[in-house]
């Protein structure tokens, strides 16, 4: 599925390095990008245990978005990890309005679009939950 932003439309998407092959490294930052269907923008929702998902990347299933250095500190930043751990889990809530809020398992904080960016490669980060347009997802199906 792509994962979009509700505050600027752009896909969910892990920075891939720059190397020939394009791909996609544990650290890799998750920031936002304008749709290009490519892989680093397309995720899969595997269920973990209590009602929690690891998001995976389809560019390489083992890795999952994470919370830097397994932070609980509001401001720290999203990055791809090996899956399994707890601050690699994420719990899907759907709001009223359709979109969804992603709260990671470990801090309890949501991704959050920092400073509410809408210019491409703007990174995510965790946050307090404020029910702002930068914190609410759509999930689209990817055909």
Request: aromatic share 8%; with cysteine.
């Amino acid at each position: 599925l792509a994962i979009t932003s509700v505050q600027s439309g752009k896909a969910v998407t892990a920075k891939t390095a720059t190397t020939p092959a394009n791909e996609l490294a544990v650290g890799a930052l998750i920031e936002q990008e304008g749709w290009k269907n490519k892989s680093s923008q397309r995720w899969h929702m595997v269920a973990a245990d209590e009602g929690y998902f690891y998001i995976q990347s389809a560019a390489n299933s083992s890795q999952c978005i994470a919370i830097a250095g397994k932070s609980i500190v509001p401001g720290s930043r999203a990055e791809l990890a090996p899956c399994g751990a707890d601050y690699t889990q994420w719990q899907v809530e759907f709001l009223a309005d359709g979109t969804v809020k992603l709260a990671n398992r470990k801090s309890t904080l949501v991704l959050d679009l920092a400073h509410g960016a809408i210019a491409d490669h703007a990174p995510f980060a965790q946050a307090q939950w404020l029910n702002s347009d930068g914190q609410r997802f759509q999930l689209k199906p990817i055909q």
